[in-house]
């Protein structure tokens, strides 16, 4: 494979002062064969990788799908009777992992989200924004906590410590979500950059937010996990083959292919099509105006998702090639920042 294209075009981003750093992985038959660093970083250098985080996320909630201990049918509030109120007890599980659940703006400071106690209480306080199935609106961090808490209930364990047993350990990936204090060095700061287009149709992202050492602690579960670029290739490689048998086959075809949201995308208008936790690309001919930051040759049957700031994860079943590319710099205008990465994305894809 040729990756002099996909090298270059990240160090430019570096060279043109749109990050001060960036990391690029690329992996293969279960091995990264890639693996380059530019700027204020080293190959050792974590990132946070925001939106990113969800399909490791959802990934844990196939193990409870897998073991029967959760079935996606049912209502939230069945697992969490707290959760039935002002209206949410009609809200299913597969309607929070697909983003159609009604409350995507529902508030949740990362340190009470952290918290068992105080993330139930908040439960109770969120109400409905729109009927329930009725349209997709992505929920940013919303649902992921109502994920954490339905972990914790069917799994007994504290939902950090359970993807990291379940999904890292068994993946040979180190631990990314709830990390201790003493667990942060050589992560790469969030720096903010640029002015926020008057016409922006993204929302605000408080990126800088996970700097702080208690909010990574807390691991917020829609966007907070820490990783490299090696990672997150390697965890998407796991999603492939699964070699390790972590998943049960059913439930992990189920997740790579079957598109359950069709609901137009209000930011993109397109196709949402969105998994039980991935989106997948499609053969519409519109993948790249997907969450997930797919290139031009990416084959319909690619999976992945992207991040706030342009971090990008994705797996191509076509090729076996998993990919990721993670930023420190935070772009106040996210359309251009997208714009500036597709081509990275888009040698990636070409990748044989």
Known sequence: MKFGPVLDSARALVDDGT??????????????????????????????????T????????????????????????????EFATNGKEVVTVEQVLLHTAGFPNAPMDAIEGGDE????????????EWEPG?????????????????????????????IDARVCTPNHLPRVLGLLEEEQDDIAPCTPLGTRPADARTMVVDGS?????????????GGGAIATAATMAGFY??????????????????????????????????????????????????????????????????FGHAG?????????????????????GLQADMIADAVKVIPITDAASALR
């Open 19 to 52: 990050t001060p750093a960036c990391q690029v992985a690329i992996a293969r038959d279960g091995e990264v064969v890639c693996f380059e660093t530019f700027g204020a970083a080293t190959d050792r250098t974590r990132f946070a990788v925001f939106s990113a």
């Open 54 to 81: 969800k399909p490791i996320v959802a990934s844990a909630v196939w193990l409870l799908i897998g073991d029967g201990l959760l079935d996606v049918a049912r209502p939230v509030a069945h697992y969490i009777p």
């Open 117 to 128: 106690v105080t993330r139930v209480k908040r439960f109770t306080e969120w109400r409905l």
């Open 134 to 162: 009725s349209r997709f609106e992505y929920h940013g961090t919303s649902a992921h906590w109502v994920l954490a808490e339905l972990i914790e209930r069917c799994s007994g364990y504290d939902f950090r410590d359970f």
């Open 209 to 221: 937010v996970l700097d702080r050492p208690d909010v990574r602690s807390a691991g917020v579960p």
């Open 237 to 302: 490689q796991a999603l492939l083959n699964d070699p390790n048998g972590v998943w049960d086959p059913d439930v992990l075809r189920d997740a790579k292919t079957n598109v359950r949201c069709t609901f137009p995308d209000p930011l993109m208008h397109v196709s949402a099509n969105r998994s039980l936790g991935l989106v997948l690309a499609g053969d519409d001919g519109m993948h790249q105006l997907r969450y997930a930051m797919f290139g031009k040759h990416n084959s319909p049957g690619s």
């Open 308 to 328: 706030a700031f342009s971090q990008v994860a994705w797996a191509d079943p076509a090729t076996g090639v998993s990919f990721s590319f993670l930023k420190n």
